[in-house]
C-alpha cells in the first residue's frame, strides 16, 4: 500500500511539457517519479551523469547566449562546403 506522500514544486511550463511527453508513453507524473525513485534505489545514486561543462564548452554556451561568433549556412550543403568536405 502506497502511503508517502512526496512533493515537489516545478515551472508550469516544465510540469505541461513533462505531462505531455509522459502521457505519450502512457505514464502519469506519479508514476514517472516512481521509476525515478527506484532507479535511485537500484543503482544507488542518480540514474544519469550530472556533470559542469569543461571551461571550452562553458565559454561557447557563453558565446552563443550572446550571440557572438555564430556561423550560419544556407543549407546543409553549404556547411560542408564551409567545413572543406
Known amino acids: 500500500m502506497k502511503t508517502a506522500t512526496v512533493r515537489a514544486r516545478v515551472e508550469p511550463e516544465l510540469k505541461l511539457e513533462v505531462e505531455s511527453v509522459l502521457n505519450e508513453l502512457g505514464l ?11 532507479q535511485i534505489k537500484l543503482v544507488h545514486g542518480i540514474p544519469f551523469d550530472i556533470r559542469l561543462p569543461n571551461a571550452t564548452t ?3 554556451f557563453k558565446k552563443t547566449d550572446e550571440g557572438s561568433e555564430l556561423n550560419y549556412y544556407d543549407d546543409s550543403s553549404d556547411l560542408f562546403k564551409k567545413l572543406g568536405n
Open 28 to 38: 502519469s507524473v506519479s508514476e514517472a517519479i516512481e521509476l525515478y525513485l527506484h
Open 58 to 60: 562553458q565559454e561557447t
